[in-house]
């Protein structure tokens, strides 16, 4: 059992930057896969990046790719993502996911048994 507890969020200006950090609680943590997906009002949650558990490979969204990273840091159960040059359509309450099942499919939300509470990250123009 997995337990995920996100920070970082909050209000920046367009074009600014945050880092997201995900608090895991279990030993198993280090052997599990992590994501970020998103969601913004009205929308459906949307995959963002992944990682897997050993620091490689990393899947990222088209939408994402170069800008932010998503990384861990498995000795302190903590995964985060830096998210830069953020635009306002990007305004959404971001999850922090793990799985620690062999899946290929990591961009999608059943690929993830376990989920944070989320937290706001609002861009404004």
């Known amino acids: 059992q997995v337990q995920l507890v996100e920070s970082g969020g909050g209000l920046v200006q367009a074009g600014g930057s945050l880092k997201l950090s995900c608090e895991a609680s279990?030993?198993?943590?280090?052997?599990?896969?992590v994501a970020w997906f998103r969601q913004a009002p009205g929308k459906d949650r949307e995959f963002v990046a992944a990682?897997?558990?050993?620091?490689?490979?990393?899947l990222y969204a088209a939408s994402v790719e170069g800008r932010f990273t998503i990384s861990r840091d498995n000795a302190k159960n903590m995964a985060y993502l830096q998210m830069n040059s953020l635009k306002p359509e990007e305004t959404a309450v971001y999850y922090c996911a793990a799985d620690g099942r062999t899946l290929t499919a990591w961009g999608v939300s059943d690929s993830y048994a376990y989920w944070g509470q989320g937290t706001q990250v609002t861009v404004s123009s």
């Open positions: 990682l897997a558990w050993s620091g490689r490979p990393t």
């Open positions: 279990g030993p198993t943590f280090r052997n599990y896969r």
